[in-house]
């Protein structure tokens, strides 16, 4: 069973909930790194946690905020992380066949629910294309 890891801060907490259940009925194992609550809870935190397992068990990883762009930022500040911030199915196919992207970001205040779970069925289910695409990442 594949594990996907999951957080979120308060901004995107309640859409982190409708995407733990949609995972758990596509029988992922999910792990949650937080928030729990939708109490005010600082996003940098989450992310770097959530990046930094990635890097270390090799599993994807879901963030989201507000608007998705926070937790990208912090993300991609660590070596090996490739977060992709999704407001559409086409960026999510692409961004994992060309950039074998390791970590989905969304926003709660952006994205609905239904377009949300569509980007994550295909970011989930693209595979990476390799070849030239694997030289430009080696590049960074
Ligand atoms: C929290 O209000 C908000 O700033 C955060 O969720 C996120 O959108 C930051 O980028």
Same mark, same amino acid.
Request: proline fraction near 1%; glycine fraction near 10%; aromatic fraction near 8%.
């Given at each position: =069973?594949?594990?996907?890891?999951? *957080? @979120?801060?308060?901004?995107? %907490?309640?859409?982190?909930?409708? +995407? +733990?259940? &949609?995972?758990? =009925?596509?029988? $992922?194992?999910?792990?949650?790194?937080?928030?729990?609550?939708?109490?005010? $809870?600082? %996003?940098?935190?989450?992310?770097?946690?959530?990046?930094?397992?990635? +890097?270390?068990?090799? #599993?994807?990883?879901?963030? +989201?905020? *507000?608007? *998705?762009? *926070?937790? @990208?930022?912090?993300?991609?500040?660590?070596?090996?992380?490739?977060?992709?911030?999704?407001?559409?199915?086409?960026?999510?196919? =692409?961004?994992?066949? &060309?950039?074998?992207? #390791?970590?989905?970001?969304?926003?709660?205040?952006?994205?609905?629910?239904?377009?949300?779970?569509?980007?994550?069925?295909?970011?989930?289910?693209?595979?990476?294309?390799?070849?030239?695409?694997?030289?430009?990442?080696? =590049? %960074?």
């Amino acid at each position: =069973m594949a594990k996907i890891l999951i *957080g @979120s801060d308060h901004g995107g %907490y309640n859409l982190k909930r409708e +995407i +733990i259940e &949609h995972l758990r =009925m596509l029988d $992922y194992a999910v792990e949650d790194f937080g928030c729990h609550s939708s109490e005010a $809870y600082d %996003y940098p935190l989450i992310a770097k946690a959530l990046a930094q397992e990635v +890097i270390n068990s090799g #599993n994807k990883g879901i963030l +989201i905020c *507000g608007t *998705g762009v *926070g937790v @990208s930022i912090v993300a991609n500040r660590f070596k090996g992380i490739r977060a992709s911030h999704c407001t559409d199915t086409f960026t999510a196919r =692409m961004t994992r066949k &060309h950039n074998d992207s #390791n970590i989905l970001c969304l926003g709660e205040r952006i994205t609905g629910v239904g377009l949300a779970k569509d980007i994550v069925d295909i970011w989930l289910n693209t595979e990476f294309e390799g070849g030239r695409h694997k030289t430009r990442i080696d =590049m %960074y």
